[in-house]
């Protein structure tokens, strides 16, 4: 394995489960980790369409029966934040070693500097992403269940809209940092298959989402492919942070891996309910 800080290992994966594709993340983290692997940039999708929730969301801000009824899976991600309905979107994991140059420090300090190579690949789109915010989120915004109703801390906005949220999780030897970028569709279902007072509070609550955030699509004013947006994201951080990436393929030891985590831990009820 290169020593080189700017040499990623390029992961271009096929859509996966909710559980699969957190177990796969938390697999690659281990290798990288250990030492085993490069520092990767995994870009994925989710099939079936997956309600994730964040480390210390609580799971009583899912209704399970509109779950069931539209047919989502649910799963909790071993990054922080809130709610997010991934379907329609692009999906980058970053993982690398704890003491790599764009992600040690604090969490601000390496949103800030990812930020960067974020707001270059939006920009190869067609977007201007608006002055970054350093603030963190207030007790009131924490509280709130939705991901994409808020802004945080050097999350990507356009024009005032929330485009790109992102999360991390540190461990001692690695970091994993995931980020969604929804290219289209309706951003408010989200609010479908989370607990609300009444229908009211429901419509109100999709009605503020689509005030404060936006997709790819709604904003460029045409549809773009995930492949040309994957492109985007690997060119941006190449162009803004100078990492050189290389095609690569996932160890076995991270499938045998991930198998395990994802039967004993993402499909786990113990852990999805663990809040």
């Known amino acids: 394995m290169s020593s080189d800080t700017c040499s990623w290992r390029l992961l271009i994966s096929e859509p996966l489960s909710g559980p699969e594709n957190m177990a796969l993340d938390e697999a690659i983290m281990e290798s990288v980790g250990a030492g085993l692997v490069r520092p990767t940039l995994r870009l994925y999708a989710w099939h079936p369409s997956c309600l994730s929730l964040g480390y210390a969301q609580p799971v009583a801000d899912v209704d399970h029966a509109a779950l069931v009824e539209h047919g989502w899976d649910l799963v909790r991600r071993p990054t922080g934040g809130r709610a997010i309905l991934h379907t329609d979107e692009l999906t980058y994991a970053i993982v ?102 009444n229908l009211t509070s429901r419509e109100k609550a999709r009605e503020r989402l689509l005030e404060r955030a936006a997709t790819l699509e709604s904003l460029l004013g045409e549809p773009v492919p995930w492949n040309h947006a994957a492109r985007a994201i690997q060119a941006g951080f190449e162009g803004e942070l100078g990492w050189h990436f290389e095609r690569g393929v996932l160890l076995q030891r991270e499938l045998d891996r991930a198998d395990v985590l994802a039967a004993e831990r993402y499909r786990s009820q113990v852990w999805t309910e663990r809040i």
Do not use: W
């Open 96 to 197: 690398a070693p704890a003491d790599h140059p764009e992600l040690q420090g604090g969490v601000l300090e390496s949103y800030r500097r990812l930020r960067r190579g974020l707001a270059a690949a939006l920009a190869g789109l067609g977007l201007v992403v608006d002055p970054a915010h350093g603030e963190p989120l207030s007790a009131e915004s924490r509280a709130n269940p939705v991901c994409f109703e808020v802004p945080s801390a050097y999350e990507i906005t356009v024009r005032g809209f929330k485009l790109l949220g992102s999360a991390q999780v540190r461990r001692r030897d690695a970091i994993l940092q995931h980020g969604t970028l929804p290219l289209a569709g309706d951003l408010s279902r989200v609010c479908l298959v989370l607990r609300h007072e």
